[in-house]
């Protein structure tokens, strides 16, 4: 058997997994591995910076179900890598980094571009591997991508001396891989099951919370069968978000800090709780205390760290969420007995709910122009298809309120980590994975600047991403927050100036507009959405439009402010809003 390089195995190991884009940066410690790169069959995007690649890989995961995978130099590469990293982490979302790294015998003498990359990454990653000899090469990749999408997934960096990949070895990639330490528990305890069944049989208010894990285990078929046979709403969360379809007549909404009315009351006044795929996460629950008080809790997660970790559960359920939700659906029947009288008057109270307080905006007809009401106008021109990427901010958050989505991975966002500059790069993964689809990057005027750059990837790739910017001159969710807690003083969130959008998209190649009216805002979606390349709008929104609903820190799910303090009232006729998050 002749022997290859390093770097050629390391190709042929990605080739063995079926990676078909690559993401990243060169350099001089990875030089070799773009040689031979170059002449395979897999594709490298060629990103203007680091974390920017592993946010594109981050978004060709949400968008496929497939790992994503990055390829770095040594130094400050690698080092621009850690912020990808951890939130892909903290999303459970399956990215690899490969960094270079200087040869082994100048480890930790200081040389050139050296950082202790693997030591940095160590809380950041799943788990991270310094592969020490060229031998080990291909066993420690295989392994690589197997902890990464095993159990809950997450993200892995592999760190290749550069002597490494210049070596040589036999090729000889594992079947599979065992490890002693590391086996996720799939299937749920049968006991457990019944425990669970028998409470969702006697509840009279109900309520499923499910998150990313739902979307990440392939489970919204699952969950919806679920729910209609015992007819229980369904809440999800950020993450969550597709895993149930938005539009269904079950769907509570995403819950939360910035949840609907009807949902965050649901889950207060619920008197079980069953969670799939979610966390508990402090701006789902609000204050811990005094959350669902009333409710038993079943917890379903294939992580076991993960239950009894903020909440205390009544049963736990160790298990992949699609099995755990079909096993449910076996042990409680086709036709499932519940009490059908009170689970009607729960559903008439969650509607009461709806009507009590809608999710609403009032748009004059010549402006200022809202940026919830161009939310609803992309929802409405996309036909709802389009897959909405984000970035952090409040303009994540009405692109959570009002653009419901029915599918899965269809909407992709930076949650656990709130990553700004997340949105443009991840639209690029997302494109990329799904080159047939309409791919819009909803931005803010303060996030889209953090890896603006990225544009030059666009038009290079010529990727048809459309990028809208809700430009209100102020890093909004903070300015949020001083306006309503810290005396209106917008200390730092105040941007000045933006940039001309629409002349920066043409300097890079890439048609601009921009609209301050909900006329020309409807005009412009149309000619970007029709436009065959990629497009930025940039949309000149109300600088004092709130988003709301809001739990304060502190407060419990049912303690919202629903509107700010002494909101002005309206001169004239709004126009309707159509509240799409309704179905």
Not at 540 to 554: C, D, H, I, K, N
Not at 571 to 581: F, G, I, V
Request: net charge negative; charged share 20%; glycine share 10%.
């Amino acid at each position: 058997m002749s022997k290859l390089t390093g770097a050629q195995i390391l190709i042929e190991c990605w080739k063995k997994e079926g990676v078909e884009v690559v993401f990243g940066y060169p350099g001089a410690a990875t030089v070799e591995i773009h040689h031979y790169l170059h002449e395979s069959p897999i594709r490298f995007i060629l990103c203007r910076h680091e974390q920017a690649a592993v946010h594109a890989a981050d978004g060709y995961a949400r968008s496929t179900g497939r790992p994503g995978v990055v390829l770095v130099t040594s130094g400050p590469g690698a080092t621009n890598t850690v912020t990808g990293l951890a939130g892909a982490n903290m999303d459970s979302v399956p990215v690899l980094v490969f960094s270079g790294q200087v040869a082994r015998m100048l480890i930790g003498n200081d040389a050139f571009q050296e950082v202790d990359i693997v030591g940095m990454t160590r809380p950041a990653t799943k788990h991270n591997y310094l592969v020490l000899s060229t031998g080990e090469l291909a066993s420690t990749v295989k392994e690589a991508f197997y902890v990464a999408v095993s159990g809950r997934p997450g993200s892995i960096l592999v760190d290749l001396p550069k002597d490494v990949i210049g070596g040589e070895a036999e090729f000889s990639y594992p079947k599979k891989i065992q490890l002693r330490a590391y086996r996720p528990h799939l299937t749920p305890h049968p006991r457990q099951v019944m425990k669970a069944a028998g409470l969702l049989r006697s509840a009279k208010r109900p309520a499923v919370l499910a998150g990313g894990g739902v979307i990440s285990s392939g489970a919204t078929e699952e969950l919806v069968r679920l729910a209609e046979a015992l007819e229980i709403p369904v809440a999800t969360t950020l993450m969550g978000l597709g895993g149930f379809p938005g539009t269904h007549r079950l769907c509570l909404g995403m819950p939360g800090m910035h949840g609907l009315y009807r949902a965050n009351m649901a889950l207060q006044n619920a008197d079980l709780i069953v969670a799939v795929g979610a966390r508990f996460d402090d701006r789902v629950t609000g204050a811990l205390e005094r959350f669902a008080k009333g409710a038993a809790i079943v917890h379903i997660d294939v992580d076991t760290t993960s239950i009894h970790k903020i909440l205390a559960v009544d049963i736990p359920l160790v298990a992949d969420a699609r099995q755990a939700l079909a096993a449910l659906a076996a042990e409680i029947g086709a036709v499932p007995a519940f009490d059908r009288d009170s689970r009607l008057a729960w559903l008439e109270r969650i509607d009461a709910w709806s009507r009590e307080s809608p999710l609403a905006y009032s748009q004059h007809p010549e402006g200022p122009l809202l940026p919830q009401r161009v939310i609803e106008a992309l929802y409405r021109q996309t036909s709802g298809k389009a897959v909405i990427c984000t970035e952090v901010g409040q303009h994540q958050m009405w692109a959570a309120q009002y653009y419901p989505c029915d599918r899965p991975r269809q909407f992709i966002s930076s949650g656990g980590l709130g990553v700004m500059g997340f949105g443009l790069p991840a639209a690029i993964g997302a494109q990329v994975a799904r080159p047939g689809s309409t791919v819009v990057d909803v931005a803010g005027d303060g996030s889209i600047l953090m890896n603006i750059q990225e544009l030059a990837t666009v038009a290079q790739e010529s990727l048809p991403v459309k990028v809208a910017i809700l430009n209100n001159g102020s890093l909004g969710m903070v300015s949020q927050w001083q306006d309503l807690f810290y005396g209106g003083r917008r200390a730092a969130t105040v941007l000045g100036p933006s940039p001309d959008f629409v002349r920066l998209a043409e300097a890079f190649g890439i048609r601009g507009f921009c609209a301050s009216t909900p006329h020309e805002a409807d005009a412009i979606i149309k000619e970007a959405l029709s436009h065959p390349g990629p497009a930025v709008m940039d949309f000149r929104v109300s600088g004092s439009e709130l988003v709301f609903p809001m739990v304060p820190a502190g407060k419990a799910l049912d303690e919202m402010l629903l509107a700010a303090p002494e909101a002005p009232e309206p001169s004239e006729a709004p126009e309707a809003s159509p509240a799409p998050e309704e179905g």
